[in-house]
């Protein structure tokens, strides 16, 4: 779907970055990166990547890979200066070099100040509240001594959602504080929100693109399974099991929120959709996400290629989809930890309809993600059904090297 606007932000880059010598710099070097640069390759577009780790999934796909610290100033600061364009993969970078290079006149998608805004879960609230966009009622405390207190006091009652206000990702940063026990054990340290714990129906995704002519596209909401220990998205299907009008109010509601943050490139947006119906924004990543990796088999055009259309300030692609999809993380085995061995890569590969991604991490710990699978069928009831039948071939133990 895609809709064109005015384009009222005089921080948006109105000129088509497009050309055969841009260079692209990415902060982050993760299976995001790897598929971003998976993408940029059909077109030769030039990615150097910012990573600590050596041997990141992107280091050996990306124009050229830099080892450095994405959270460093001074290393942020030295590797944008040689890029036409930045973008990043992972939030937690350093906001304040990428100001400074925006000062420099560098191109920075997504803008600092979202990025700051999204880097903590309490800012972020507070912008949805001043901004008029649903979302469940929260309280911010100085630490969790304080939440402790708001609950004795009766303020709080449980059960509520804990979350730290920074550095939360991947289930890490969330806990469902349902007794007085989990409040001992469960408890999250330092800087947090407290949050309304709601019945719901639905945990829902949409991602929404939007580039410099302030054109926005948003992908077909899709629903997601998280995993009850992990605390991770464990399967996610496309189309959600919504309405049309509760899929049209989802997707209304993610092109809000990207036009609030006034941002370019990719903003994934992640709704809890009550039992009693409404639609409540949960939390947003301003990068390729992991409900829209279906996207690459699934879709006319993929959530990374769609990522650099909007930053390049391209024309955004198609988002309908082929067919329904699911997608099943990979993850490491819960006992196994260390150097990477996979199993049933064989057997699953023999099924029809299914991909496998595996991102060339070399060790595996419990719960890591170490890959993932799309499947693809004529309707969402095969596609569902497949999914069961292949999500426990693949799995990821841990052998000496």
């Known amino acids: ?79 944008g200066q040689k890029a036409d364009l930045l973008t990043v993969e992972i939030e937690q970078v350093n906001v304040q070099a990428l100001y400074e290079l925006e000062r420099m006149g560098k191109v920075v998608h997504p803008a600092p100040c979202a990025l700051e805004i999204i880097q903590d879960k309490g800012r972020q609230k507070i912008f949805y509240a001043e901004n008029n966009i649903p979302t469940a009622a929260f309280e911010l405390f100085d630490d969790d001594e ?62 929404a693109a939007r580039n410099a002519a302030d054109e926005v596209t948003v992908f077909s909401p899709v629903e997601m399974d998280f995993h009850p220990e992990a605390n991770l998205v464990e399967m996610l299907l496309c189309p959600a099991r919504l309405s049309p009008f509760e899929a049209a109010e989802a997707e209304a509601l993610a092109e809000r929120v990207i036009r609030a943050f006034d941002l370019c490139g990719l903003l994934a947006v992640e709704m809890f959709l009550t039992e009693d119906g409404r639609l409540l924004v949960n939390e947003v990543a301003p990068r390729p996400h992991n409900s829209g990796h279906h996207t690459i088999e699934a879709a006319a055009t993929s959530q990374f290629q769609q990522h650099l259309r909007a930053i390049c300030g391209l024309p955004l692609g198609d ?83």
């Open 319 to 401: 988002t309908s989809m082929r067919l329904p999809a699911a997608m099943l993380n990979v993850l490491g085995a819960p006992e196994h930890r260390g150097p990477a061995h996979y199993e049933g890569v064989e057997a699953l590969l023999a099924e029809p309809g299914v991909y496998l991604h595996l991102y060339g991490k070399q060790t595996t710990a419990p719960f890591r993600k170490m890959g993932h699978i799309t499947v693809t069928a004529l309707t969402l009831d095969e596609v569902v059904a497949k999914a069961r039948r292949v999500r426990d071939i693949v799995r990821v133990v841990s052998r000496p090297a």
């Open 146 to 207: 304080a939440l402790l207190q708001a609950v004795r006091s009766g303020r709080w009652r449980l059960p509520l959602v804990q979350k730290t206000r920074t550095a939360g990702y991947d289930g890490r940063g969330v806990a469902v504080l349902r007794t007085p026990e989990d409040l001992q054990t469960k408890r999250l340290y330092g800087p947090c929100l407290a949050e309304e714990y709601l019945p719901l129906r639905a945990e829902v995704a949409v991602i």
């Open 1 to 79: 779907m895609t809709r064109t606007g005015a384009g009222p932000s005089a921080r948006l880059y109105l000129r088509p970055m497009f050309h055969p010598h841009l260079k692209i710099g990415v902060l982050g070097g993760g299976q995001l990166g790897k598929m971003l640069c998976q993408a940029a390759a059909d077109w030769h577009l030039h990615l150097a990547v910012l990573d600590p780790t050596p041997d990141a999934p992107a280091s050996h796909l990306c124009s050229e890979f830099v080892v450095g610290d994405f959270r460093d100033y001074d290393a942020v600061l030295a590797f």
